[in-house]
């Protein structure tokens, strides 16, 4: 990969490579079959540089994967040891949807309850807000993954919730950002780490609960573990009406 810095061309000589599917960050994607694994990421200048800050924290207290270089050039580039073990829609995990909804919930409830007085990303809520209102602003409003229970009509219905609404929104909570079942690796049961971090920092609890509802019932193609996903997590820790303002966010990206 003769584009690839420098820094990172020795990780990769000998091994090799294989593009994997690209999120919905628009970062291109590798697995790097040496050792453990590796995997590489490329993005944009400054796209990057969230998930690569977050990703040492949530290592440092035994959450993700080690970041192995973190280089800005005309692009930037990532490279992470491989967390051990498969995501939460490996079909061994899908299949046993029970145990699956009650160990998300229960290492949500955990990350949760950690410090996060020396986090980098100390007000995600107010950068949340920033992208709806932007975003509002130029016409971006997409329902077509939106759970059907809290289906807005239009876009100004949704904006006018959090117009009225967004303002509750908390900051006192270590988020993943982005809680869905492909984020959260196990290992034989066993929690190994999150990926794809790029939006985690300090926020809103019900931002995660959110995303951790709608992906159970994306991927189990079913919402009936939602209320058992509510009782593991703490049913008095969550309020309904947040997750709706939640959702009202969330159709602008």
């Not at 300090?202 to 951790?212: C, E, I, Q, R």
Request: glycine residues 6%.
């Amino acid at each position: 990969m003769e584009a690839c810095p420098q820094e990172i061309r020795a990780w990769l000589r000998d091994a090799p490579m294989r593009e994997i599917t690209v999120g919905h960050s628009g970062a291109a994607v590798w697995h790097i079959d040496k050792d453990d694994g590796y995997f590489l990421k490329r993005a944009a200048t400054g796209k990057l540089q969230r998930q690569a800050d977050m990703t040492r924290y949530f290592h440092d207290k035994g959450l993700s994967a080690e970041v192995l270089a973190d280089v800005s050039t005309e692009q930037d580039w990532l490279l992470t040891a491989k967390v051990p073990g498969d995501d939460c829609v490996a079909e061994k995990y899908l299949a046993q949807p029970e145990r699956l909804c009650d160990i998300l919930a229960e290492r949500l409830a955990m990350l949760h309850a950690l410090d996060f007085s020396d986090c980098p990303v100390q007000n995600h809520t107010k950068e949340y807000l920033a992208t709806v209102e932007r975003n509002y602003r130029t016409g971006e409003y997409d329902k077509s993954h939106f759970p059907d229970s809290y289906g807005y009509a239009s876009a100004d219905e949704a904006y006018a919730v959090v117009q009225a609404h967004g303002h509750e929104l908390r900051n006192n909570t270590l988020l993943h950002g982005d809680y869905c079942l492909p984020n959260i690796m196990l290992d034989d049961w066993r929690f190994a780490g999150f990926i794809d971090l790029d939006n985690a920092g300090v926020g809103d609890h019900h931002v995660d609960v959110f995303w951790a509802i709608w992906s159970l019932g994306y991927n189990l193609k079913t919402n009936d573990y939602r209320q058992r996903f509510i009782d593991a997590y703490g049913r008095d820790k969550i309020d309904e009406d947040m997750l709706r303002m939640v959702a009202a966010c969330e159709v602008f990206g």
